[in-house]
């Protein structure tokens, strides 16, 4: 377990499997500009969503030990996948630091956003398959009905930059077309975007969907999340200004820097991303 600190000035700590999480960090700081910022994907071992419980469990633990010896004051998972299997364990391991995932506050903002409470999730096939938002939706209204849609070729067009354009807009209308098309009582009211690629593609996916279907997008939620959490523990920064951000990756520099400056919203090159190897050996993993 982990002594936690009061210090407001310490980073956020982010990590994901990868580059797609940067949504989430462009969220925060478009959010809490002044707030440190450390993000980690660990695009050594990515996709998570391929691996089993087990692993992705552990592999969520190295990541969050090694952002906590960085010294952070909050930890967000932004991993869907991570987030539907490991939030718990991470909770338990890092105790009383605070760990906030992407499906939870995406849940949230779609329930409250909802007038008929018929959601529809759009994640990939291996967060749709654990039921992670289904789960979390119906803790809030056991009466909510929800569609649970695997989209998963917007990661693969968010990944080459075509997130954008006549491909981008054909795949969308293949997934979400039919969706459109039904009649109002049994179209879903609201959809959420629960990939943290998917952001990339709001435009084609709400024209697939046409203006009827309001979108939650995880990312904005979760940063309004951190948000909440950090003036609950009265952890916002002092500083003044613009915060510090922190890149790291676990393999693969230059392709991070090509495919995550679209993610991000900035650009960066490779020399701004600090590599490194996360073994178990050299953490103090624990539980």
Same mark, same amino acid.
């Given at each position: 377990m982990y002594e936690t600190t009061t210090q407001e000035n310490l980073p956020i700590g982010i990590f994901d499997s990868g580059v $797609? $999480?940067?949504t989430v960090l462009h969220a925060l700081k478009n959010l809490l500009p002044a707030e440190n910022l450390l993000y980690l994907g660990d695009t050594a071992r990515l996709p998570y969503g391929t691996k089993s419980h087990d692993s992705v469990t552990r592999y969520a633990l190295q990541a969050a030990d090694y952002l906590v010896q960085r010294g952070i004051k909050l930890l967000v998972v932004a991993c869907n996948t991570a987030s539907a299997l490991a939030l718990e364990s /991470?909770? !338990?391991? /890092? @105790? &009383? /630091? &605070?760990? #906030?995932g992407v499906v939870e506050p995406g849940a949230i903002a779609a329930v409250e956003c909802s007038k008929s409470q018929h959601l529809l999730v759009l994640a990939t096939e291996a967060t749709t398959s654990q039921l992670a938002y289904t789960r979390a939706i119906l803790r809030l209204n056991p009466d909510a009905v929800i569609e649970e849609m695997p989209c998963s070729l917007f990661v693969a067009l968010a990944e080459e930059g075509w997130h954008q354009g006549p491909v981008a807009d054909v795949v969308a209308e293949q997934y979400l077309g039919l969706i459109r098309e039904r009649s109002a009582d049994l179209r879903p009211d609201t959809a959420i975007l629960g990939c943290t690629h998917f952001p990339l593609l709001q435009g084609p996916i709400a024209q697939a969907l046409g203006p009827d279907i309001k979108i939650v997008d995880s990312a904005t939620t979760t940063a309004q999340a951190v948000q909440e959490e950090l003036v609950r523990l009265s952890l916002l920064t002092d500083a003044d200004g613009g915060g510090d951000l922190q890149l790291i990756a676990t393999d693969g520099p230059e392709r991070f820097a090509r495919v995550g400056s679209a993610f991000l919203g900035?650009?960066?090159? @490779? !020399?701004? #991303?600090k590599l490194i190897d996360i073994h178990p050996t050299d953490l103090a993993v624990s539980g």
């Open positions: $797609g $999480g940067l /991470l909770r !338990e391991h /890092l @105790a &009383p /630091l &605070p760990v #906030i900035e650009k960066f090159a @490779a !020399e701004d #991303i």
